[in-house]
């Protein structure tokens, strides 16, 4: 283990594209980045507080999970866009395939959306993604089978590919 | 770590098979957005990137108050940014951008085109006695040089001889403070934080213009 931390940017080229995945997953392409970003950010400023060792996924997945909630809570305030926000990066060619996975995902109550997200995509044990999302390991485990059952119904086995 | 909880290969791979690929395009550009609002916020404490230079790569890596350190490839990089995390703050990113001024004045120096450099530097990797050798190393004019005992003198303990020595030899910032154009009372080079060839490269480059 080490006694110091890294330097802040071997924390973004491992761990950001992980991160980026969590955000897609439980907002959805669109928000991802803006979340992602602030994400970062918060990690950045408080990083030299970090105890060396940490779990730093763990830890950036807590942040970013504390960002989809306010994310998540924001969008269910303001009315929807009709017209994609200008300033926003447009989505990939492959985001756009996707499409049909991330309205499946979005169409999930939060919790499940966490839930499956947190466990299926990072492969965060039950134990944590329950410290996260709160409520029992059972529950956690709940959600996410929850939250499996109706993406196969909606978005199909195994997807389009 | 325990495997109990870990999601097993099938079940992971099925319906997440279709997610995108992180391209590094995106990377690229949120990397970016994260450097524009560290800084914004003043939490880009380190900013660093490599340049090409005559004497090989060199990492640049810069504070607030100016230019902190250079670094030769044999020094290794990796290493040099591990050590700057500990010494003046993990808050460090690849922010090129921000040393695009200590870049040029590098690329122009070793193009003969500069004779000083304007940028400002900052010394706080090296203290006490060193910190005192490294201001004077600055007063040797381009293209000199100056004994390792006379800059003792200078620095003001003539018997610090050694010392003068190691502080050439930890030099943060090698070729923009420079280090280079000490060499041993007899004529002789001397020893180089980047080696003895690259101390040869500099005076012969100093000597030529």
Not at chain 1, 25 to 42: H, K, N
Not at chain 2, 120 to 147: H, K, M, N, W
Not at chain 2, 194 to 204: C, D, I, S
Request: net charge positive; with cysteine.
């Amino acid at each position: 283990m080490s006694t110091t931390l890294p330097p802040f940017e071997e924390i973004v080229s491992t761990h950001g594209p992980t991160v980026l995945r969590v955000c897609r997953a439980v907002l959805g392409p669109m928000d991802a980045e803006d979340a992602w970003s602030e994400t970062f950010l918060a990690a950045l400023r408080a990083y030299p507080t970090l105890r060396p060792g940490s779990n730093v996924e763990a830890w950036l997945v807590t942040i970013a999970h504390r960002k989809a909630i306010d994310q998540a809570r924001a969008r269910a305030r303001r009315p929807l866009p009709v017209d994609p926000l200008p300033e926003r990066a447009a989505p990939s060619e492959a985001d756009r395939s996707d499409g049909d996975l991330w309205a499946a995902l979005q169409a999930l109550p939060f919790k499940q959306r966490a839930a499956v997200a947190y466990h299926h995509v990072v492969g965060m044990p039950y134990a944590d993604v329950a410290a996260l999302i709160g409520g029992s390991q059972d529950a956690a485990r709940r959600a996410a089978a929850g939250g499996i059952a109706t993406l196969r119904k909606t978005y199909g086995d195994g997807g389009p590919r | 770590m325990m495997t109990r909880d870990e999601p097993g290969e099938s079940e992971r791979s099925d319906l997440f098979v279709g997610l995108p690929a992180i391209d590094e395009a995106t990377m690229h550009r949120l990397h970016g957005r994260l450097v524009r609002e560290a800084q914004t916020a003043g939490l880009l404490d380190v900013a660093y990137r490599t340049i090409d230079s005559p004497v090989g790569p060199l990492l640049l890596a810069a504070t607030a108050k100016g230019l902190a350190r250079v670094a030769y490839r044999c020094e290794d990089h990796e290493k040099v940014l591990e050590r700057l995390a500990r010494d003046l703050s993990p808050r460090i990113l690849h922010a090129p951008a921000r040393l695009d001024a200590a870049a040029k004045e590098i690329d122009e120096y070793f193009a003969g085109l500069r004779r000083g450099f304007d940028l400002p530097v900052d010394l706080s990797l090296a203290r006490g006695f060193r910190r005192l050798v490294l201001a004077r190393l600055r007063e040797i004019g381009y293209g000199q040089t100056a004994s390792y005992a006379a800059i003792a003198v200078a620095a003001g303990n003539s018997k610090a001889v050694r010392a003068v020595g190691t502080a050439c030899a930890t030099n943060p910032i090698p070729v923009v403070v420079p280090c280079h154009r000490v060499v041993r009372s007899d004529g002789s080079i001397g020893q180089y934080v980047g080696g003895v060839e690259a101390k040869r490269t500099l005076l012969t480059l100093e000597a030529a213009a």
